[in-house]
């Protein structure tokens, strides 16, 4: 009896151990749908109890996200037919789930779960402008070339997007890139006069614009459902059986009201989402408006700890590199001639374009290819520094040190490094203050930190949700400048610091 009961223990212990080590992570885009989307497939999840859930929103555009689900960097996010079939799969199968998901079938990835909506995209324009040049459908544009169109970068280069709109309609502008965000306020001042939309879009109507009608039935049905591992239905059948529950959950009129508790209330994404699942609605809870409310949310110290391991992880390393590199290009001339050209380049190369390098490289997102961004980006101040204050050591300390029987490494140890050192921290608390705010930019690919709350505040245009992210990065970067005063008084000699006064 005993022994059955220990069996009994021990598979429970295994089985709750299983439990805990069974992840899902759960995607998002960078707009509004996508972020309460995603928000509501976690905490559904969550609420099954079968896995440790993480959710990482924002990660990016289409192509960002699909790379991360195709690694297996994510597990799902939420995904429209329309997209799927042009963007993604391009146009080698039909917006239906069975041709979708025959096409998926070799990336070991699956689409299920219709959510219950349609999300299209659609042209849109001020009522007002609409009226006075006589437009209700996007061939009518043809007849006014001088109109000024703003879309989404993302828009601008689907297969789906402009280039096949402009084709399919023949039409003849050059239109501006604009965070998608930023273009409802740019229409209502004026600097622009047709901007894309998503169909279930809340400021469609605050703003008072027209749709333009679709007149040759250029774009296809986007109806909203889940991107998958193929295997996840196997691997978290609880989990599993959680998200199908979702299935024609959300109407459109339901979506559009979620969209509007975040872009015009305010309301933050998970509370949105947790009205959605708890069969509740986020208008019935008071918004946080207040900055104060926003900064000291939730997910502070979360983000702080993603913040502080993305600077001080990177400047570490680009420590433990950029010294010695420092160290060679000071004692060897042709070192130098190939070392500060390339630290000098890398820091020229615009942070995105590497991020996106990086996860190519990587194949993944998130922390590791955003820690190699940074670390690559803090060489430059670290070892031109460190090489700067070895130079100015006078060459007759080092031939008295020599003269004296001390050894190459001692000289350098005991001698060098000290007298260089102010000079060598000095480049380090640059690197560190750098840091601080590239760090923010790693946001855009799940790695987290401040730039979050910066990505989602711009994703839906919401200055204070923008300064809940900007003013901790700022006042982390005032911190570590001070910080770095009080280690120069342990670091650097005495007599060192009695000499610079």
């Not at 969209?259 to 998970?270: G, I, Q, R, T």
């Not at 300390?397 to 190459?408: D, P």
């Amino acid at each position: 009896m005993a022994s059955h009961r220990a069996v009994t223990v021990f598979a429970c212990f295994v089985m709750c151990g299983y439990c805990l080590a069974a992840e899902l992570t759960v995607g998002s885009k960078r707009f509004t749908e996508s972020y309460i989307l995603g928000e509501i497939v976690a905490q559904t999840a969550r609420k099954a109890g079968e896995a440790h859930v993480t959710f990482k929103p924002g990660l990016g555009n289409t192509a960002v996200v699909f790379a991360a689900l195709k690694s297996g960097a994510i597990d799902v996010y939420p995904e429209y037919s329309g997209t799927i079939a042009f963007e993604l799969l391009g146009g080698r199968s039909g917006t239906a789930l069975a041709d979708i998901n025959r096409a998926l079938a070799s990336l070991g990835l699956a689409a299920s779960v219709p959510l219950g909506f349609s999300n299209t995209y659609a042209l849109a324009m001020a009522e007002a402008t609409a009226q006075r040049n006589g437009i209700r459908s996007i061939s009518e544009l043809n007849r006014h070339a001088g109109l000024a169109l703003g879309l989404s970068q993302e828009f601008l280069n689907r297969k789906d997007g402009w280039p096949a709109l402009k084709h399919a309609y023949g039409l003849p502008f050059s239109p501006r890139g604009l965070d998608h965000g930023l273009a409802y306020e740019a229409l209502a001042a004026g600097r622009i006069d047709v901007m894309d939309i998503y169909s279930t879009d809340a400021k469609i109507a605050r703003y008072g614009l027209r749709v333009l009608e679709d007149d040759k039935k250029f774009f296809p049905a986007y109806a909203a459902l889940l991107l998958h591992r193929a295997d996840l239905p196997q691997r978290l059948p609880k989990t599993w059986a959680a998200l199908t529950r979702l299935e024609g959950a959300i109407p459109a009129g339901r979506m559009i009201a979620m969209n509007a508790a975040a872009e015009l209330d305010s309301v933050p994404f998970a509370q949105i989402a947790g009205g959605f699942v708890n069969k509740g609605n986020a208008r019935d809870t008071l918004p946080r408006h207040g900055f104060f409310e926003r900064l000291w949310g939730e997910d502070f110290w979360r983000i702080t700890w993603q913040h502080l391991t993305l600077v001080f992880v990177s400047l570490a390393a680009s420590c433990a590199a950029g010294i010695p590199l420092g160290i060679w290009a000071a004692r060897s001339k042709a070192a130098r001639g190939v070392i500060f050209p390339v630290v000098s380049v890398l820091q020229t190369i615009p942070s995105l374009a590497l991020l996106a390098f990086l996860i190519a490289l990587l194949n993944q997102i998130g922390t590791v290819p955003a820690l190699v961004a940074l670390f690559l980006y803090g060489l430059l101040p670290i070892v031109r520094n460190t090489a700067a204050g070895l130079a100015e050591i006078k060459a007759g300390l080092i031939q008295a040190a020599s003269a004296l029987g001390l050894q190459h490494g001692a000289i350098l140890r005991l001698i060098e490094v000290p007298l260089a050192s102010r000079t060598i921290l000095a480049g380090i608390k640059t690197s560190a203050v750098i840091n601080v705010g590239t760090a923010t930019i790693a946001a855009f690919i799940g790695a987290g930190g401040y730039g979050e709350r910066i990505v989602a505040g711009l994703a839906i245009n919401d200055n204070t949700l923008l300064l809940a992210g900007a003013v901790p990065a700022a006042l982390l970067a005032i911190i570590i400048e001070t910080g770095f005063g009080t280690a120069e008084r342990w670091l650097v000699p005495a007599g060192l610091r009695a000499t610079a006064r």
